[in-house]
């Protein structure tokens, strides 16, 4: 708002903003609602394909011993 020239920091009173939004929501049974957040975390399936054929061939090898 400063950099705007809309309002000083002292004019604003920063330090109580929080509460004075709180106290005026609450005085009209207002609700205030945060912007949706939404996260995801994915790898690629190369490890897994790795792990499989480990696998695989560990099996070969302990059936070439049966031969």
């Given amino acids: 708002m400063e950099r705007l ?5 002292e004019e ?4 109580g903003l929080d509460l004075r939004i709180r106290d005026e929501v609450v005085a009209n049974n207002g609700i205030v609602i945060s912007p949706s957040l939404i996260g995801a975390w994915a790898t690629h399936g190369t490890a897994a394909i790795k ?4 696998a695989r ?3 070969k090898l302990m059936n070439s011993d049966r031969v």
Wanted: no cysteine.
């Fill in 5 to 9: 020239g809309i309002a000083t920091a």
């Fill in 12 to 15: 604003v009173e920063v330090e």
């Fill in 51 to 54: 792990k499989n054929d480990r």
């Fill in 57 to 59: 061939h560990t099996n």
